[in-house]
């Protein structure tokens, strides 16, 4: 064999033009074979997004705030509500429903937690998803409307939701609420003619089974429409439980039911973060708090627990819920160790 037969041959013009085309043919198949991918994993993230709406899940809680020896005074005087190994008193926190009247899954698991015999309903708000909702928040609520029940309202309530920059989110600024006004008058009627009372910007005082409750609570701090003066002071000092209610967990509203004497703050409004990275860690909270505190109970204050719904349900504009099942929570109010 020659040497010559060894050297490379020189690449002709048209071999390059082919080797090239055939490069491009390649990166192209790569190229659509990850947009497809990339594609396929939004569609399912989208669709996963899209079920997890459905997916309602109940969580429980356990809030010790409560002074030592509560329930055994309970017991002497009302011996037949506090038998001997009762020593919890439970608050079903619903919050944002944010109700479509077409909503029957939603509407039956709702109220399904009639079952858990709830001592006290506690809802913060954001009810409505739409002007037609109305009936659908009352099918929902309606067992639980029989049971001893305190609420404020959030944005939702008072105005429909409307296509927003969702990038406004990630940078932390608030979008302006529609112009168009939901029925909420006629919902707040219903809700005090089967006896909750509204806690905003007003303190109320009540007793169910003995266990004696002062709740106050403020309107809307997302909407900048709080007034925590008209409240006219802390709770009543005689209270055995005392809870601060407020649609959003602003931080300057939780300071003040702390330093008033608050034991327990709830609050909705952060859907949990919604759209989250797995294992349920927000990315965003829309509000002031840490994210830390997105969802769930958390300590405020040395004396006051704070509980925050993830809520359970959406805008339709955005109805995605990823890593975030929407729900509803039994807080256990127990009494905290003795020191």
Not at 182 to 190: D, K, T, V
Request: aromatic letters at 6%; charged letters at 20%; proline letters at 7%.
């Amino acid at each position: 064999m020659s040497t010559s037969s060894l050297r490379p041959r020189p690449a002709r013009k048209s071999d390059r033009n082919s080797t090239l085309a055939s490069t491009l043919r390649t990166a192209a198949r790569v190229t659509t074979a990850a947009g497809g991918v990339a594609a396929a994993t939004g569609a399912l993230t989208a669709a996963g997004g899209l079920l997890g709406t459905r997916d309602f899940i109940l969580h429980e809680v356990t809030a010790p705030v409560l002074a030592p020896g509560t329930f055994d005074r309970l017991r002497r005087f009302h011996a037949d509500a506090w038998p001997v190994g009762r020593d919890d008193f439970t608050i079903l926190h619903v919050s944002d429903l944010h109700m479509l009247d077409h909503q029957k899954l939603k509407q039956r698991w709702v109220a399904s937690l009639n079952q858990l015999d709830p001592d006290l309903v506690v809802n913060t708000g954001d009810n409505l998803g739409e002007e037609q909702a109305v009936p659908g928040v009352l099918r929902a609520l309606g067992p639980l409307l029989r049971r001893p029940g305190v609420f404020v309202f959030g944005s939702n309530d008072y105005y429909a939701p409307h296509p927003v920059n969702p990038f406004n989110y990630l940078l932390g600024k608030k979008n302006p609420p529609s112009e168009v006004e939901l029925p909420w008058r006629g919902m707040r009627a219903a809700f005090l003619e089967h006896g909750w009372q509204d806690a905003t910007h007003h303190r109320t005082d009540f007793a169910v089974d003995g266990l004696r409750l002062a709740v106050g609570g403020v309107d809307d701090p997302h909407l900048n429409r709080d007034d925590y003066d008209a409240l006219g002071g802390g709770p009543n000092p005689d209270a055995d439980l005392a809870i601060g209610l407020a649609h959003s967990p602003e931080p300057r509203v939780l300071d003040q039911f702390a330093a008033d004497g608050y034991q327990l703050a709830m609050s909705g409004h952060t859907h949990g973060g919604q759209l989250c990275l797995p294992g349920g860690r927000a990315i965003i909270t829309n509000c002031g708090i840490d994210r830390s505190r997105v969802a769930g109970l958390s300590r405020w204050s040395e004396r006051m627990a704070l509980h925050v719904s993830n809520g359970l349900g959406t805008s339709k504009y955005v109805p995605f819920r990823v890593f975030c099942r929407p729900s509803a929570t039994l807080v256990h109010v127990v009494e905290r160790p003795s020191q």
